[in-house]
């Protein structure tokens, strides 16, 4: 099984920054997308940011304006900027990547990382 890695979590207090990162090195084949999902407890794994193999970036609501994802030139690695953190973006974050399959139905393979804690203090 093939599984990413996160990194870059941590403890901040409200109004600091983070930078998250996956290694999606051995993503082979064409990656339709990457991006950056979290849950917090008790709540259901949400979308925060996903970015296109061609580049078009989309943010959950409650996140533009304050995080920014980003991949290197590879897109094998895929990042996400955090500022101005708050209490509410405390949850686990975990990396996604959708990769071009040719089998049916869907014609894609997802994979996630097994998440990196995000911490944020009053």
């Known amino acids: 099984q093939v599984q990413l890695v996160e990194s870059g979590g941590g403890l901040v207090e409200a109004g600091g920054s983070l930078r998250l990162s996956c290694d999606a090195a051995?993503?082979?084949?064409?990656?339709?997308?990457m991006g950056w999902f979290r849950q917090a407890q008790g709540n259901e794994r949400e979308l925060v940011a996903r970015i296109t193999g061609g580049g078009k970036s989309t943010y959950a609501e409650s996140v533009k304006g304050r995080f920014t994802i980003s991949t290197d030139n590879f897109k094998r690695s895929v990042y996400l900027q955090m500022n101005n953190l708050k209490l509410e973006d405390t949850a686990v974050y975990y990396c996604n990547v959708r990769v071009a399959s040719p089998r049916p139905p869907t014609y894609a393979n997802e994979y996630w990382g097994k998440g990196t804690r995000v911490t944020v203090s009053s």
């Open positions: 051995r993503m082979f084949g064409t990656i339709n997308d």
